[in-house]
Nanobody
Framework: VQLQASGGGLVQPGGSLRLSCATSGFTLENYAIGWFRQAPGKEREGVSCDRNTYANPLYADSVKGRFTISRDNAKNMVYLEMNSLKPEDTATYYC?????????????????WGQGTLVTVSS
């Protein structure tokens, strides 16, 4: 199982970025996937999880209305569209497989972690 996040970079406040997560070694359509982030000096936290069911994706309150998770199972790709970025969104972002019945988007329910990509929001 491998997951590799990419697409991070430096962006000004109010700007947008789209993160990508390339997956391999498993059938993506059978898995729930999440995006997590870790800011310097802080614990890793859940940003958004797609449980691969008819249920709506989960979002952290801090990103609701600004971030959107999506997937392309045919391409084995997962995405995180980030709009209206704020300095407090600065962090290393990770994609991961998630327990499909997870009641919340939490690191407690992560199966496999991918490598992260750094997002810096600054003027």
């Amino acid at each position: 199982v491998q997951l590799q996040a990419s697409g991070g970079g430096l962006v000004q406040p109010g700007g947008s970025l789209r993160l990508s997560c390339a997956t391999s070694g498993f059938t993506l359509e059978n898995y729930a996937i999440g995006w997590f982030r870790q800011a310097p000096g802080k614990e890793r936290e859940g940003v958004s999880c797609d449980r691969n069911t008819y249920a709506n994706p989960l979002y952290a309150d801090s990103v609701k209305g600004r971030f959107t998770i999506s997937r392309d199972n045919a391409k084995n790709m997962v995405y995180l569209e980030m709009n209206s970025l704020k300095p407090e969104d600065t962090a290393t972002y990770y994609c991961a497989t998630v327990f499909s019945a997870a009641p919340e988007c939490s690191t407690h329910y992560v199966g496999y972690w991918g490598q992260g990509t750094l997002v810096t929001v600054s003027s």
